[in-house]
């Protein structure tokens, strides 16, 4: 079978259960992003649930990141409009500058500042006009951030060279958490932790942020990551979402035959290609315990 070109992609398939409804937080039109002559989105639509967790997935330079990018104010939209709450945010000659959009942003590397302890860095997350009791308010809320993404408020003296990969991810999260964002962006942040390291993280970070209700988008490019991690995937493929929908409808129906780059693992996508796949992986599924199992009624 002949590989569509991404400039002749159908629009995406979207499941029922991800249908954009009354109860968006972020919603996407339209949107169009070209660096020089190299268009980089073609055309993105994408409606994200208030309180729901969505993994963007999708090979290098699908245009992932730039997505999450134009959600965060870093950049603007060539054409179409992104709105929050109801709100539009950019597009149609609107624009309001990232530090108002009340979103968090997680990057890969975390992004720590290597002259600062850990608290220092905290801190510059925190709106201290907001907070009572000067200094004394600031610790106690440190410790408050640093106790919710499951570190010891000791460690609040460290510098970010002393913690392991994972727990300077925690730090980098507790960070974006302290400005109480509605709206959390992470950007591939488990890629440089080993497996092992990798799937903890992801399981401490993805309770934090749901236990705190915090509106979720993931980007990476590892399938098993979406999967596991969000209660909607979206699949992006040459600057286009190809599917949407929850983890159970892009696991078990995609489009058509993906071509041979469009996960992080290509073998899983050859003929036979849902035999590749771990079976671990199902019971991380968000949807998995709602779901019937195969060959049952």
Not at 151 to 162: G, I, N, T, V, Y
Not at 211 to 228: F, M, R, W
């Amino acid at each position: 079978m002949t590989e569509q070109s991404p400039s002749r992609l159908p629009e995406p398939r979207i499941a029922p259960s991800v249908a954009p409804s009354t109860n968006s937080h972020l919603q996407i039109a339209d949107v169009t992003k070209n660096f020089a002559s190299q268009a980089v989105l073609k055309g993105v639509n994408l409606s994200v649930a208030k309180g729901g967790t969505t993994a963007i997935v999708g090979p290098s330079g699908s245009g992932k990141t730039t997505l999450l990018r134009l959600i965060a104010g870093f950049e603007h939209p060539a054409t179409g409009s992104i709105s929050l709450n109801g709100t539009k945010v950019a597009g149609d000659g609107v624009w309001l500058p990232a530090h108002r959009r009340q979103v968090g942003y997680v990057a890969q590397d975390g992004a720590l500042f290597p002259h600062l302890t850990v608290g220092q860095n905290i801190a510059f997350g925190l709106d201290t006009a907001k907070l009572a009791g000067g200094r004394r308010g600031a610790a106690g809320r440190i410790s408050e951030l640093l106790e919710m993404v499951s570190l010891d408020a000791a460690m609040a003296k460290r510098r970010p060279h002393q913690l392991s990969g994972g727990q300077q991810q925690r730090v980098a999260l507790a960070r974006a958490l302290a400005r109480e964002p509605e709206l959390m962006l992470l950007d591939e942040p488990f890629s440089a932790l080993d497996a092992g390291l990798r799937v903890a993280t992801r399981r401490a970070v993805a309770k934090v942020l749901n236990k705190a209700g915090v509106t979720t988008i993931l980007v990476t490019h590892d399938q098993a990551e979406a999967l596991s991690f969000a209660d909607q995937v979206a699949v992006m493929r040459g600057g286009k979402l190809a599917q949407i929908g929850n983890p159970f409808v892009v696991y078990t129906r995609p489009p058509t035959a993906p071509p041979r780059n469009s996960w992080a693992t290509p073998s899983s996508w050859t003929p036979g290609w849902k035999a590749h796949w771990p079976r671990a992986h199902w019971a991380e599924f968000p949807c998995a315990a709602r779901l019937p199992r195969a060959g049952s009624s």
